[in-house]
């Protein structure tokens, strides 16, 4: 009966030991250098060294109890990460983005984004998708553009994709491209930061899209638990105050 008693102790404080260290498991978040700053900032080894997705993703592993993992990935294959289970969550994201948006669970929207496209200052604004009609235009890899997919298949307008904002810029003032699609955020960092004041922004003829974060299906009751942590996060106002430090830098046109 006492070797009965030692064995039933011993296997309750594996399972007891199995169950903590469970629960301080990394958080497995993508952030992908695709991401423009301040979306993410990277170093010169490819590590995340700051930005909004850093902010907001290491208040949810402190409010959790858990460390990060962070995920470097190509945007490509952010989505089949998360539905295979490979990583836990990605943000600044939206279902019309995806392959497969009922596959994912989401949570709230976390802000809503204006697009812009970039032009010479001289060059003529852009004010609808005629405006586009046989130009070049400069997109990042791996994103998805819902309002400009049908003109990409037609051949109307010509998608070019870089891997950054700065390239796009670039390739735009050496006359490689006609314009450059990007967002607000990006665009008014990228400004800010390099005091290049050789670009004009034209918002896109659509309402600004939220942002969410996708989360895998793979583990419910955790996918929950971040879910939950992450409304808490919305609603007490963390993610506004954390957009403001960012917007705060910008110097208008």
Same mark, same amino acid.
């Given at each position: 009966?006492?070797?009965?008693?030692?064995?039933?102790?011993?296997?309750?404080?594996?399972?007891?030991?199995?169950?903590?260290?469970?629960?301080?498991?990394?958080?497995?978040?993508?952030?992908?250098?695709?991401? %423009?700053?301040?979306?993410?900032?990277?170093?010169?080894?490819?590590?995340?060294?700051?930005?909004?997705?850093?902010?907001?993703?290491?208040?949810?592993?402190?409010?959790?109890?858990?460390?990060?993992?962070?995920?470097?990935?190509?945007?490509?294959?952010?989505?089949?990460?998360?539905?295979?289970?490979?990583?836990?969550?990605?943000?600044?994201?939206?279902?019309?983005?995806?392959?497969?948006?009922?596959?994912?669970?989401?949570?709230?929207?976390?802000?809503?984004?204006?697009?812009?496209?970039?032009?010479?200052?001289?060059?003529?604004?852009?004010?609808?998708?005629?405006?586009?009609?046989?130009?070049?235009?400069? %997109?990042?890899?791996?994103?998805?553009?819902?309002?400009?997919?049908?003109?990409?298949?037609?051949?109307?307008?010509?998608?070019?994709?870089?891997?950054?904002?700065?390239?796009?810029?670039?390739?735009?003032?050496?006359?490689?491209?006609?314009?450059?699609?990007?967002?607000?955020?990006?665009?008014?960092?990228?400004?800010?930061?390099?005091?290049?004041?050789?670009?004009?922004?034209?918002?896109?003829?659509?309402?600004?899209?939220?942002?969410?974060?996708?989360?895998?299906?793979?583990?419910?009751?955790?996918?929950?638990?971040?879910?939950?942590?992450?409304?808490?996060?919305?609603?007490?106002?963390?993610?506004?105050?954390?957009? %403001?430090?960012?917007?705060?830098?910008?110097?208008?046109?």
């Amino acid at each position: 009966m006492r070797n009965l008693m030692r064995e039933l102790c011993l296997i309750l404080l594996c399972l007891a030991a199995l169950q903590v260290a469970g629960s301080t498991a990394p958080v497995r978040a993508v952030v992908s250098d695709s991401n %423009t700053p301040p979306y993410a900032i990277f170093n010169a080894d490819k590590v995340l060294q700051a930005g909004l997705s850093k902010d907001i993703i290491d208040e949810l592993g402190r409010q959790l109890n858990r460390p990060v993992q962070y995920l470097n990935l190509p945007r490509a294959r952010i989505e089949p990460w998360l539905l295979q289970g490979e990583a836990e969550i990605a943000c600044f994201l939206n279902p019309d983005w995806v392959s497969q948006p009922e596959q994912l669970l989401w949570t709230d929207a976390l802000f809503n984004t204006q697009q812009l496209l970039v032009r010479l200052r001289q060059a003529e604004p852009v004010a609808a998708v005629q405006h586009l009609a046989g130009k070049r235009v400069g %997109t990042s890899r791996g994103f998805t553009y819902p309002e400009l997919e049908q003109v990409f298949r037609s051949g109307d307008v010509i998608r070019d994709d870089a891997h950054s904002l700065e390239s796009n810029l670039l390739r735009l003032k050496q006359g490689r491209l006609d314009v450059v699609m990007t967002v607000d955020l990006s665009y008014h960092f990228y400004v800010n930061t390099t005091g290049d004041h050789s670009f004009a922004a034209d918002p896109l003829w659509s309402a600004p899209p939220a942002v969410y974060c996708g989360l895998s299906r793979h583990d419910a009751a955790g996918a929950q638990q971040l879910n939950t942590t992450l409304s808490r996060m919305v609603q007490s106002g963390f993610i506004q105050r954390r957009l %403001t430090f960012y917007t705060g830098r910008i110097v208008p046109d």
